[in-house]
């Protein structure tokens, strides 16, 4: 069984992906820390915005790094969707990430193009989405243990821009996928979000098995 979970930064993907995993018993891959990993290399390389750098990054990409606490430090979160632009970094992953999907059991895997680039053939499709103020303030609650302070304002502004980026771009941009299950957390928390994005899925699962 393959889930895909899309969605913008801050939309819950991640922790309900988790969760989802959890409550199959099969493994989770949030693919962001992928494009982390890559832009953390290529920072240390130089500029992760050229591109011959973020290439050679994903060729060379260290499956350690995926644990590196550095991962969600702000310069690397803004390259990571720089890096994320570049069709042959995002070729360059997908082997991994498809590789991961089809193991024996199952997966879920959390992204922007799980639904419609990595996995087409998932059995079942979430989007998660959220208006961009509650994105913020679960990503600020999450950074400072507050939502209202003034890393709240700055959360917000990098959150647009890399939307934009991320749905702008040519290669894979943020969609929902025609046959995917649109979820709106902005008013639910972590147990409810956790509860709609289960019965999405028993929902699907059990249409394709009649
Ligand atoms: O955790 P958050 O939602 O803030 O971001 P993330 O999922 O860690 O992803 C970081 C960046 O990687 C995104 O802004 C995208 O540019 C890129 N990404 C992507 O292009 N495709 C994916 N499947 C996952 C992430």
Redesign the pocket.
């Known amino acids: 069984m393959i889930i895909a979970i899309d969605g913008p930064?801050?939309a819950g993907?991640?922790t309900i992906a988790r969760r989802i995993a959890q409550h199959f018993g099969i493994a989770h891959l949030d693919?962001?820390?992928l494009?982390?990993a890559v832009a953390l290399r290529a920072l240390a390389l130089g500029d992760a915005a050229d591109s011959t750098i973020a290439v050679r990054a994903a060729h060379e990409l260290d499956l350690s790094l995926l644990e590196d606490p550095r991962l969600r430090d702000d310069d690397v979160?803004a390259a990571?969707?720089l890096v994320?632009a570049i069709p042959a970094v995002r070729q360059a992953l997908l082997g991994f990430q498809r590789d991961f999907a089809h193991r024996p059991g199952g997966a879920v895997l959390d992204?922007?193009?799980?639904g419609t680039v990595v996995c087409p053939d998932a059995d079942a499709k979430l989007f998660l989405t959220a208006t961009p103020e509650a994105r913020a303030s679960r990503r600020s609650r999450e950074l400072q243990g507050d939502a209202g302070g003034a890393i709240y304002q700055h959360v917000l502004a990098d959150m647009k821009a890399?939307d934009a980026r991320?749905s702008v771009r040519q290669a894979a941009p943020l969609v929902a996928a025609a046959d995917a299950i649109v979820i709106d957390t902005s008013t639910l928390d972590a147990d409810a979000a956790f509860a709609a994005a289960l019965a999405a899925i028993a929902g699907r699962i059990a249409v394709t098995k009649r």
């Open positions: 930064a801050g993907k991640s693919t962001g820390s494009y982390r979160t990571s969707s994320a992204g922007r193009d799980i890399r991320d």
